[in-house]
């Protein structure tokens, strides 16, 4: 499928990158080489210096320099370029009023328990905004003047330190936000309680959001929130993430082209399951997680779904610890991240490989209203998410009479109990707070998901109790038609009984 022949976003002129150094990556944070000494001997020896290679340079996460076979030349994190997040840091600092300054904390360092910790996953406005994939850092965003592009980017972060990187691993530090991030200033993150409150009191307004309080530099962390937000705050404080969403929420180019191959190695990968007869849920998750990971992936964008007959109908269910029957539906809500951007697919198939008559219809039914909704996310339908659920429902409701559920718009929740979609980006639930009643533009990247889950009820028909389905699909809004990012993820009836025929 061709992506998008047009940027789906644009930041309004395009600015070149600011110069702020003119080192070499290669001198960054690195000790002159000392002369190579040999053992002593009679034979007179030259003394030599070795330049510096890619492979010498140390940083906490991957460069072109130092993994060209992630990032391109140019690009921050995959996909994204620098110039791309210049572009985002001007379009935040022309969107805030004048003389107005944004803050944001770098996310904190998650335990599950002790010293033991989780993956480490950037706060997504302060990624969005730099492309750091670090903690204990404070990015400010200073707007300058009234045109596109007046804008300062300070940064405090750790700087570098090898005994701390011997045990925790290399850190970008402070020369690299300069050199490679691009900030405008940086500086030790220790020496943001003595600078930064010299850039807020010149602001007239402070654009921020609660910092997080625990892990990492807590004292940083709480001391910047008592600075921005006491009751004797001047300039004062208005919330950041609402400017925030605005430009999140329509997605540019390369962001569409991250969740394309998300949804493309994601539903390549739900394919080759349906395939395989399947006996435990858990062999089934880690099946997805590990092939999401080895096609190209940096792993699973959440934990599974992966759901057994009546176990469906818990719509977060992720235990994932019992069997599966012949005679069910397994149901599969999962999908992989690539380039910080995830997809979020839902799959339903019986465990059999063939459907039994109750289970085609039910599934007919939801898929019949799937694909009707999938269609309406186009900017011509001039819909919201919130108008395509009230015809998702509706939808239902008609289909499930059809097959011979007693089913009006009035308990039409009582089977479907959830919001028909919600937007997708650098979070499975990307831009929270953004409204649903927004209407659908270009750029928007939403998913459609209606889903049926019937309890063991005397109301609903025998016939289909203790089922429970769920069709999902990742799309993008364009002009006149859905971009669907997940369309490697079968789900016609047909197709679906092929793959084990």
């Known amino acids: 499928m061709k992506l998008p022949r047009a940027p789906l976003r644009s930041f309004g002129p395009r600015l070149p990158l600011r110069a702020v ?3 070499n990556i290669s001198t960054i944070g690195l000790t002159p080489t000392k002369p190579y000494r040999a053992l002593p001997s009679s034979i007179p020896v030259t003394r030599r210096t070795y330049a510096v290679s890619a492979s010498d340079l140390r940083f906490g996460q991957p460069v072109h320099e130092t993994h060209p076979h992630i990032l ?8 994204i370029t620098a110039q791309e997040y210049h572009d ?19 996310a904190s360092l998650q335990y599950k328990s002790g010293a033991v910790f989780h993956a480490y996953r950037q706060e997504s406005n302060f990624l969005y905004l730099t492309g750091w994939m670090e903690g204990d850092a404070i990015a400010v965003i200073e707007k300058t003047g009234p045109n596109y592009g007046d ?39 220790y020496e943001a309680e003595l600078l930064l409150p010299k850039i807020l009191d010149k602001a ?20 910047l929130w008592r600075l921005i937000s006491g009751k004797d705050t001047r300039p004062t404080r208005t919330p950041l993430y609402s400017v925030m969403n605005k430009l999140r929420v329509v997605k540019s180019e390369a962001e569409v082209a991250n969740m394309r191959i998300a949804g493309q190695i994601s539903g390549r990968v739900i394919t080759d399951a349906m395939r395989q007869p399947w006996k435990r849920e858990k062999d089934l998750h880690w099946f997805l997680d590990y092939n999401f990971a080895v096609n190209g992936c940096e792993g699973p964008a959440y934990i599974p779904v992966i759901a057994g007959g009546e176990r469906a109908n818990c719509i977060h269910y992720t235990v994932n610890n019992s069997t599966f029957k012949e005679d069910e539906f397994i149901l599969i809500d999962a999908g992989g991240e690539y380039g910080t951007y995830i997809t979020d697919i839902s799959r339903t198939w019986p465990a059999s490989g063939r459907f039994t008559p ?7 039914a939801v898929l019949n209203v799937q694909r009707s909704s999938v269609s309406l996310c186009r900017e011509s339908s001039k819909l919201s998410l919130e108008d395509i659920h009230n015809v998702t429902a509706r939808g239902l409701v008609d289909q499930l009479r059809a097959i011979g559920f007693d089913v009006t718009m009035a308990n039409i929740d009582q089977l479907f109990p959830h919001h028909v979609g919600h937007y997708i980006g650098l979070d499975v639930h990307d831009c929270p707070g953004y ?12 998913t459609i998901e209606p889903g049926v889950y019937v309890p063991h009820d005397d109301r609903w028909p025998a016939a289909f109790r203790g089922m429970g389905v769920r069709i999902e699909d990742s799309v993008c809004v364009d002009d006149d038609s859905p971009y669907i990012l997940s ?15």
């Open 21 to 23: 150094s003119t080192r």
């Open 72 to 79: 391109k030349a140019g690009e921050l994190t995959p996909g």
């Open 88 to 106: 985002r840091r001007a379009a935040l600092a022309h969107s805030m009023t004048d003389g107005s300054v944004a803050v944001l904390h770098a």
């Open 151 to 189: 804008y300062v980017f300070h940064m405090f972060a750790k700087p570098k330190n090898a005994r701390e990187e011997q045990w925790n691993g290399y850190r970008n530090g402070v020369e690299a936000a300069r050199d490679i991030f691009n900030a405008d200033e940086a500086h030790s993150i």
């Open 204 to 223: 007239k307004l402070i654009y921020a959001d609660s910092p997080p309080s625990k892990g990492g530099i807590a004292a940083t962390a709480s001391w």
């Open 358 to 364: 109750a289970q085609r219809d039910l599934y007919q």
């Open 435 to 446: 409204s649903r009643r927004e209407t659908l533009r270009r750029g928007h990247c939403v």
């Open 487 to 501: 369309t490697e993820a079968v789900k016609e009836v047909d197709d679906i009984e092929a793959l084990r025929s």
